[in-house]
């Protein structure tokens, strides 16, 4: 570009640089700011316009990324939306583009200058942005540590308040047992006072399984804890489904199986099949929403060292506003019910140092549980 040319239009901004500064300035005036807020922003435009009248005489790479740290810092300081800050700067650039267009210079003069204007406002748009995002990125990084010590104190809370109430409550719950025992040796022999007592005695069972998965929550090991056998997963996915078969039945759900036979895992019995029946009724739960072609899947296989039990239906999906804390306690989507079922799942998953998970996208919700291979 020839040298004066580039004066021309460079002589022309400084003549009118304080007039373009006002200008610029008066684009904020609708923004509530302190007097000191106002004498920083004169200030940077002024040094912006200054750096750029230097960029049309040099090709040197400028430090945009200063330019972008200050004006994101402004924006927040003014609590200023990105949307808005970019408008502003926009704005900025046709009122310079302006000037130029009216600059004593040759049309060619005027598109190099105006080039050169495209490109740095170009350039701090794009640092200004990215700042941006690295801010909303430190800012949700710690929201999200926030979440995560939220939940850990959460799950601790609940792990202590369900050790002492299942204790206390599992106490009593032994002796009522013992004596109702002892008073039905005494019944002589009529039927209606020993149905009174299986009524009684099938109920206290109930409560105790209650209890049971309640104690299940905490962190801390229990009776179960300790005894760890070699368990056939097929085997106990068929015991599982046997005692589910009539209620599938019952409500038309149709059932699809593929196992892998001889998948052992070591753990505790009990508390596996729990996992299953509990992710069985949730599909039972789920399909009983839907009005017909009601259908379950169930498979077993190993990959990579892992056995995976998959247990999907093609129900209602899951609630997008529960999804991401579906296994949390008191979360669920039906009306009634604990909300601990998944809950108690995912911890009886850990202590087999196994995870558990799920997708629910398109026609199917599928749950996955994933054995490290012995």
Known sequence: MNTIVEL????????????IVNEMMLLFHNIPMTSTQELDLHNEISSLLKTFIFKITTDKMLNYSGFGRKVEEFRIEINLSVANILDVFEDCRLI??????????????KSFALAKLNEFFLEIQKE????TIKEKNIELN??????????????????QISTSFAHEIRN??????????????????PELEKRYFEYIYREMQELEREVNQILLLSNEKNHQDVINTHISLSDLLNEAIHSFR????????????????????LGIEEQIKLILLKLLQNANDALILKEKDRKLAISLMEKSNTLIITISNNGPPIPSVIRHSIFEPFVGTKEMGKGLGLTVSKQLMKKHQ?????????????F???????
């Open 128 to 131: 200004t942005y990215l700042h």
């Open 172 to 189: 009593p719950l032994t002796s009522i047992k013992g004596f109702i025992q002892l008073l039905e040796k005494r019944v002589d022999t």
């Open 354 to 366: 196994g995870t558990i998970e799920y997708h629910s996208e398109g026609k199917w919700t599928a």
């Open 246 to 265: 009539p209620i599938l039945m019952q409500n038309k759900i149709k059932m699809e199986i593929n196992f892998t036979s001889n998948l052992m895992v």
């Open 368 to 374: 996955k549980l994933r054995f490290p291979k012995q």
């Open 96 to 109: 310079v583009e302006h000037r130029i267009s009216d600059a004593p210079s040759n049309v060619e003069g």
């Open 142 to 159: 710690s929201k999200n540590i926030e979440l995560m010590e939220l939940r850990k104190d959460r799950m601790k809370i609940l792990s």
């Open 8 to 19: 021309e239009i460079v002589n022309h901004l400084r003549k009118n640089k304080n007039d």
